[in-house]
């Protein structure tokens, strides 16, 4: 039988069931090869030659391809249609080189899991595409030397610091500066005057001053309360005509199909959910047939699909919402690549209810999806603008109402996209003629402030990486994810905020290889890996340019010193960490001893304060992302009371605000403290809250049965109450300071009751049987919900799964998946010994264990062992 390899399990077993009886699908799993996490995997002294390395994991499915073609002549590598999907292709081909010797091997793609598609692209086989893999070795290449390379300088040079990677730095950059403009900016006051008017009919309408004195007003001309209040009264002391009134037809038209960025920057617009979250459930709709490709930056769209979403739009919504030509749309963004379609529903008649998804993120996915493409190829909708100028006989006084009446809804009866921020909707005017009397209802002045630049959403972000030209499709998730895995970035509210360490690379890498965190630099890059995969030029060319100048870049920091480094950061950060007093005051003396000045310290955890250089004499320090407003919380701390002659202060680290009880002595070096939980506000903190806080572990009386105390407090985990080693948790912070022993011991009880500790083992809801490979398949309870365990691979029920029902099939497909994605599964899933290889297994063990007697072998350099922990990934991008 023909066999065709494709990446997962899920798409093998789609494809397997179109294709049919005379062929063998198998997954690759991915990626089969990389570059092992060491010094010389990139070669750059003999033309970048790179060393690949099978993974341990993919030696098994490399085997089960192997074993395959022992039968057959013909292999398929039918990977994803992009850039990744033919370096696999290409990965296979090598790994399998030796066994595919008089081999008939082929590359097939498409766009979705269908039927129609693979039966068509099985007619149209090629070979693996080269410049395509020469970008993606580039690319690689590239992400490997400087991840590899940059990373120990900054471990070196900046404690505390993780990792930087091509891409990955240059989009916390745009993080960084951003918030860096929102902590410079000023507000500036300004007012506006609206009056509400009434026409001849009674109808109530509101306009918006515009001219006063007979001039124009400017954003800015009514800066104050007094500018408005003239204003107001020159609105009061005039009777008011309609002077002219202007309706314009107006037309909006539909937005573009989507592409992987807007896919991404809608799904956190209308739902929150983030570009991680967002392309997870993209691919699972795409391997389950309901949608096309989901990493692309085109917006074509196929012609055949183009017409069955226009018989759609004619069947549900008649004639009238098809336009009289189909639309045409083209990419707008720089670099952008159209090789790929748009992301559209693969049947266009099937609508979100008749797909009928069981999972949310999907679900509401595909109605997104489905919408848009049909949105994309509808009529526009069509309305009427009106404008009414109203003003006084003598010209003083101007102002301007506007309202817009929707005369035909087109595509906006189906979908409408969301918008980053917040505008002004016009409302519907009344019917109002030129020269008619207005009466003021009422005329009100309003203060302004000019708003900060806001911060970036991971909507927002992709969207300008993407007006940029910076990183791909396939890489706009696993960036913004690496980020604020690596702790340089943290998301609240929607909203990505940078953290100290992340401002502290940032600043180094812009203070020491500016030139490689630079946007057009980056995105000419990407240009340069673009025309390598359209064959236009030479990837070792691209590789050498690159690391001649970056290898000169990283010599120059060679012998730069930590304190160099931090006063380099110091004197670029000086701006935003001591901004000018009042008083017209030194910014960096310090407010504590009044001797000592204010300068950039880091901690080993990597974060970043300041402090006083008098320390120890003077204590005083504040958040590196703090103003003077928070020294009375660092340093000394605020006194909020005494308990006897001790002190209560509340104080703030780097960790967050808490109480102390007395100061630091010889004899006490470490006074008690306490944080405060999650949830306190700090300004409603006094002397009574801190000593509840200071007096826990509170004991709540004397265990009935054994006499051993049941204590209640605060942890890690939140509020618990405790007896011996059994910890319950309660729902409220407050609760600790008024449990009584009923209720302790109805919590108590209630924990027991929910089974077994950590250190025993649940009884299993299900017994499915043996697994192919050997040991029991069982469905177990979780902490988290129910679970099939199979060895050491545990894999989540999903919600629409009953644990009473399930298949021995459905669990061995839960088990695949989860083995293919988490590296402790695969290793789980490797098959186990068979009984006929006993033998040499023990052979191996006994071995070992005499290897083991041997001398070891001398340690690795330290420079080695540091770079090994360095292995940049895709996500380095």
């Known amino acids: 039988m023909t066999v065709v390899v494709v990446e997962s399990p899920a798409k093998a077993k789609t494809i397997n069931k179109y294709l049919g009886p005379g062929f063998t699908v198998l997954a690759s799993f991915g990626h089969v090869r990389d570059l092992p996490p060491k010094d010389g995997s990139v070669d750059t002294e003999h033309e970048f030659d790179m060393k690949w390395e099978i993974a341990a994991d993919s030696k098994k499915h490399i085997k089960a391809i192997t074993d395959a073609l022992k039968d057959d002549d013909t292999l398929i590598l039918a990977t994803d249609p992009d850039r990744e999907g033919e370096a696999i292709s290409w990965h296979l081909e090598q790994a399998l080189e030796k066994k595919l010797k008089g081999k008939n091997v082929s590359r097939v793609t498409f766009n979705a899991i269908t039927k129609p598609a693979i039966l068509e692209a099985m007619k149209h086989p090629r070979q693996v595409d080269a410049p395509l ?27 505390g610091a993780k990792s930087a990677g091509r891409v990955q730095s240059v989009c916390l950059r745009l993080i960084v500066e951003r918030e860096m403009e929102i902590e410079a900016f000023r507000a500036r006051e300004y007012w506006s005057v609206t009056a509400q008017l009434t026409n001849a009919r009674g109808a109530e309408f509101t306009a918006r001053l515009t001219n006063l004195a007979g001039k124009r007003l400017d954003k800015f001309d009514l800066a104050d309360s007094v500018a408005a209040e003239l204003a107001v009264q020159a609105v009061t002391s005039r ?116 797909v009928r998804l069981t999972e949310s993120d999907q679900r509401r996915l595909y109605d997104l999806i489905w919408k848009r493409t049909i949105a994309c190829q509808m009529e526009a909708a069509r309305m009427e603008r009106t404008t009414a100028e109203i003003g006084s006989k003598d010209g003083q006084v101007g102002l301007r109402a506007t309202g817009q009446v929707m005369l035909f809804d087109g595509f906006l009866r189906v979908y409408e996209e969301g918008r980053d921020e917040d505008g002004d909707d016009e409302g519907r005017l009344p019917q109002l003629a030129q020269g008619e009397s207005v009466e003021k209802r009422a005329i009100d002045p309003e203060q302004h402030f000019t708003q900060p630049p806001a911060r970036y959403t991971e909507a927002t972000l992709v969207k300008r990486m993407e007006e940029l030209g910076i990183g791909r499709p396939s890489t706009y998730a696993s960036i913004v994810t690496t980020i604020q895995d690596r702790g340089y970035v943290r998301k609240d509210k929607n909203r990505l905020i940078p953290e100290d360490k992340g401002r502290l690379v ?49 010599a120059e920091t060679a012998d730069l010193r930590i304190t160099e480094v931090l006063e380099k950061i110091d004197d670029v950060l000086s701006p935003h960490l001591y901004p000018p007093r009042e008083d017209g005051g030194d910014p960096r003396l310090c407010p504590t001893c009044g001797k000592g000045r204010l300068n ?29 407003g928070d020294a009375e919380l660092a340093g000394d701390g605020k006194v909020l009371g005494f308990d006897g002659e001790d002190a209560i202060r509340l104080k703030t680290g780097r960790f967050g605000p808490y109480v102390q009880r007395g100061e630091a002595t010889e004899e006490v070096p470490k006074p008690p403290r306490s944080s405060l939980p999650k949830g306190w506000d700090v300004e409603a903190m006094d002397l009574d809250k801190a000593l509840q806080l200071l007096s826990l572990p509170r004991l709540i009386g004397a265990h009935p049965e054994d006499g051993e105390p049941i204590e209640s407090a605060i942890g890690r985990f939140g509020p618990y109450v405790k007896h011996n080693k059994t910890y319950a948790n309660l729902p409220e912070v407050d609760e600790v300071f008024t449990i009584g022993m009923n209720r302790a011991m109805e919590v108590l009880a209630a924990k027991l009751a929910r089974g077994p500790g950590r250190g025993a083992a649940a009884e299993p809801l299900k017994l499915l049987g043996d697994h192919p490979d050997g040991g029991p398949v069982q469905v177990m309870p979780g902490r988290y919900g129910p679970y099939v365990k199979w060895e050491k691979v545990n894999a989540t029920l999903p919600k629409e799964f009953d644990p009473a029902t399930v298949t021995m099939e459905q669990a061995l497909e ?27 297994k023990t052979a191996t063990k006994t071995a070992t264990k005499t290897a083991a007697k041997k001398p070891a072998a001398k340690k690795a350099p330290a420079k080695t062992a540091a770079k090994k922990a360095a292995k940049p990934t895709d996500a380095d991008e």
């Open 133 to 159: 893999v020469q970008a993606y070795l580039a690319r690689r290449a590239l992400d490997y030397l400087v991840g590899f390379n940059l990373s120990p300088v900054l471990w070196r040079k900046l404690p």
């Open 506 to 554: 940032t600043i180094f890498l812009t203070s020491y290889f500016r030139k490689y965190l630079e946007y057009d630099f980056t995105a000419d890059l990407e240009e340069q890996l673009d025309d390598i995969s359209a064959g236009s030029r030479n990837y070792k060319d691209v590789l050498a340019r690159f690391w001649r100048d970056f290898s000169a870049a990283l």
């Open 239 to 354: 009777a008011l005509t309609v002077t002219s009134v202007e309706a314009k037809p107006a037309s909006r038209n539909p937005t573009a199909p989507f592409m992987t960025s807007t896919l991404q920057q809608e799904a956190s617009r209308k739902f929150g959910m983030g570009a991680k979250q967002t392309m997870s459930a993209a691919q699972r709709l795409y391997e389950a047939g309901h949608i096309t490709y989901m990493r692309t930056d085109g917006i074509d769209m196929d012609p055949s699909a183009v017409q069955d979403a226009r018989a759609e739009i004619e069947k549900r919504y008649g004639k009238d919402y098809v336009p009289a030509s189909p639309r045409l749309y083209k990419n707008k963004a720089k670099n952008a690549q159209e090789a790929h379609e748009c992301i559209r529903p693969t049947d266009m008649s099937a609508d979100p209810d008749s």
């Open 600 to 628: 950039l310290k880091t901690a080993r955890s990597g974060g970043a304060f300041i402090g006083c250089n008098n320390y120890p004499e003077c204590r005083y320090t504040r958040p590196l992302s703090g103003d003077e």
């Open 814 to 840: 839960l088990i695949a998946a989860k083995a293919a994605s988490s590296p402790k599964g695969k290793k789980a899933a490797a098959k186990k010994p068979a009984a006929k290889k006993a033998a040499a």
